[in-house]
């Protein structure tokens, strides 16, 4: 199953690398949790029957429950939103300005949330300090606003598996692990220069919130969780996770710089494995 999102820093080109990290049949007999769920490229391919995905993001998540509870009326109201692009972004860009917005109903803000993240330059989502949406709008021609088969897939796969949709904290996401869980962790992401990436949410994510990670994570190993992280490859996130329980792999990935997608960077990028040392799972291939 693909994403909804066309989201920044989403995790489809590097499936592969991660799924030799994951072992897909253990996940018959345990949770998955997604903590930074986002696009949720990972969560969506491996499908799981039983998960936890979670996000600090509100509108995102709650795009995810009203895909599951109205995705006719999300459909709707998307074709309504792609009717007058590119001349009405600016105004529903502005929505979350307005007194009212918190009785906006579910389904109106998903589509929002969605029609945004279809028509704004490269799928970035960013908030100023009072938590606005303020990226601009990008160049496409054409974009697809309206991806009914996939809402409705996905709609019916949430309806028929087990899965809880949260908006907390990440530590709090995962508190509910057992012994045998998987936990895929893909916070928002550190650079060599500045202090993370703080524009996700208006409290940002930093340094210390990276530090705090690290701590959940050997807390969830001792449980006896396999736990996978992603992040750049900074001297930061090296030495955070250097340590017995953890395995870190050096990757490549091509990052988009601008709205075409013509032009793009070689980023270094790493995933981080922790697991007991008798805690041994094959990987699928």
Not at 41 to 46: G, N, R
Not at 171 to 198: H, K, L, R
Request: charged share 25%; net charge neutral; glycine share 8%.
């Amino acid at each position: 199953m693909d994403p909804i999102l066309k989201w920044a820093g989403g995790k489809r080109q590097l499936l592969k690398k991660l799924l030799m990290n994951v072992n897909k049949d253990s996940l018959h007999d345990h949770t998955y949790f997604e903590p930074f769920v986002g696009g949720g490229a990972l969560f969506l391919h491996l499908s799981p029957t039983k998960a936890v995905i979670n996000d600090i993001n509100s509108e995102l998540i709650g795009m995810y429950q009203t895909i599951k509870e109205d995705p006719q009326g999300l459909i709707t109201e998307l074709k309504s939103f792609k009717n007058n692009y590119p001349e009405n972004f600016e105004d529903i860009r502005s929505l979350d300005r307005k007194k009212d917005f918190v009785k906006t109903s579910a389904t109106k803000r998903a589509a929002r949330f969605i029609y945004l993240n279809k028509t704004c330059y490269n799928g970035l989502y960013r908030v100023n300090s009072q938590g606005y949406f303020n990226v601009p709008m990008g160049k496409y021609k054409n974009p697809n606003i309206v991806d009914e088969n996939r809402i409705l897939g996905l709609s019916e796969y949430l309806n028929q598996s087990s899965v809880q949709m949260l908006n907390v904290d990440f530590e709090e996401a995962v508190s509910g692990a057992v012994s045998g869980d998987f936990v895929y962790f893909d916070p928002p992401y550190d650079y060599e220069e500045g202090n993370g990436f703080t524009t996700y949410s208006a409290d940002g994510f930093t340094h210390g919130d990276l530090e705090r990670l690290k701590s959940v994570c050997d807390k969830l190993i001792e449980k006896g969780c396999i736990v996978m992280v992603s992040n750049n490859d900074t001297s930061f996130v090296n030495e955070l996770f250097t340590g017995d329980l953890y395995t870190i792999v050096h990757i490549s990935a091509n990052r988009f710089i601008n709205c075409d997608g013509k032009e793009r960077k070689n980023a270094k990028e790493v995933i981080i494995n922790g697991r007991k040392q008798s805690n041994t799972i094959s990987s699928s291939r």
